[in-house]
């Protein structure tokens, strides 16, 4: 988490899905790995907390983009 600002709260966390590490788990045998990526955090180790969500979603509002859009653009 970069440059705290004290006047926020906590924006996010360590993401739950993989432990912070970033990396999907294996696939099961027999399965082909679709990707060496979390799914749920796209190898960025961190997930939005409910206040970063909150964030997240006022700037697409304000913007005006499709949760399509917004999902890639902030989570590659």
């Known amino acids: 988490m970069h440059g705290h600002n004290s006047q926020l709260p906590p924006l ?3 993401c739950t899905a993989c432990g912070g590490t970033g990396d999907a788990p294996p696939a099961r045998p027999g399965e082909m790995q679709t990707s060496l990526n979390c799914a749920t955090c796209k190898g960025h180790k961190v997930a939005p907390t409910a206040a970063g969500q909150q964030l997240l979603d006022f700037v697409q509002r304000r913007l005006g983009l499709s949760e399509k859009e917004a999902h890639r653009s902030m989570f590659g």
Do not use: L
Request: no cysteine.
């Open 12 to 14: 996010e966390e360590p």
